[in-house]
């Protein structure tokens, strides 16, 4: 992971305000922590503007609903974190500054990590492309652009989820973090499983990396009980905040879950379906129970 660039002296206007939502528990408190970086849904009319894209197009990238599918968190002592701007916009779960410099009109700092997959995918800190493949611009963007999206946007999420999980850990001496998101039915064009059907729901630990095996154990059978076909790190591993936010030695461990969009969701139009209540259910007992595995003796710290 390259280093952060310090804050820019430049004062910025943010071109979603707030950027964020967290709704904190209102009685006793656990050590876990949801976030929902990807289902943001203000898109900023100047964006709408530089793009080629027509309105629901611009919404393929976008984990819709998801922050609605865990909702119940904050009354079962965990706070949730939304990001509310779309991450076709800016990407919370990327590096700071994770671009493409074809995409750029001038060239980029030397602190801008200029190659990774996620970028030859399209899928920087400021997408390319959304999900399926279609680019977003009709023309090269400036820097400066760029760097105003991550002072305003991506470091106002992260600072907040670093005091989360700061605060639970404080509180119950260690800290997991459910980082919630939706993937497509299928895998699209730039994925391994192009074409075929996904699981209900992937769990993601950075192949055994980010959290103890038997919390991952715990989350797969209380899924499988309830009818979901579960996976594990495939096509999902974990992206940069379950990498970044992990340190177990110290108490710190992060549980990335993919649920499947047609489980809840019409893909195409981009509305609710009939399984919704089913899948918010299912998500708030596993938040239930995760609350209860955030514990030193559970963990392992």
């Known amino acids: 992971m390259s280093a952060a660039a310090p804050l820019s002296p430049v004062a910025y206007t943010a071109p979603v305000d707030p950027p964020i939502r967290l709704t904190q528990p209102q009685g006793k408190r656990s050590g876990l922590v949801v976030s929902s970086p990807h289902s943001g849904a203000e898109y900023p009319a100047d964006f709408r503007d530089m793009s080629r894209l027509d309105p629901v197009t611009l919404r393929k990238s976008e984990d819709a609903f998801v922050h609605e599918l865990v909702n119940a968190a904050p009354g079962l002592g965990a706070p949730l974190l939304e990001a509310l701007f779309p991450r076709a ?6 590096e700071p500054y994770e671009l493409d410099p074809a995409m750029f009109s001038d060239p980029l700092p030397g602190h801008v990590t200029t190659r990774s997959s996620k970028i030859s995918a399209g899928l920087g800190t400021i997408a390319k492309v ?13 820097f400066a652009e760029a760097e105003r999206r991550v002072e305003t946007l991506w470091r106002p999420y992260h600072g907040a989820l670093r005091q989360l ?16 998101h939706s993937m497509p039915s299928v895998g699209g064009a730039n994925m391994p499983d192009h074409g075929q059907r996904r699981a209900d729901m992937v769990l993601g630990d950075f192949h055994g ?9 715990r989350v797969e059978a209380y899924l499988r009980e309830r009818g979901f076909g579960v996976a594990r790190n495939k096509p999902y591993a974990g992206g940069f905040i379950t990498q970044h936010y992990t ?7 992060t549980l990335q879950i993919e649920i499947n969009r047609d489980l809840y969701m019409d893909e195409q139009k981009i509305e609710r379906n009939a399984g919704f209540e089913r899948v918010r ?14 514990t030193p003796e559970f963990l392992g710290t």
């Open 89 to 94: 916009y800016c990407d919370p779960n990327r």
């Open 130 to 142: 959304v999900a399926g493949g279609q680019e977003i611009y009709r023309d090269k963007l400036p």
């Open 165 to 180: 999980l700061d605060a639970a850990h404080d509180s119950a001496g260690a800290a997991l973090l459910l980082d919630c």
């Open 209 to 217: 990396v980010s959290c103890p095996g038997r919390l991952v154990d």
């Open 247 to 253: 340190r177990r030695d110290a108490g710190f461990h």
């Open 281 to 294: 259910a299912a998500m708030t007992g596993l938040i239930e129970l995760l609350a209860g595995s955030a």
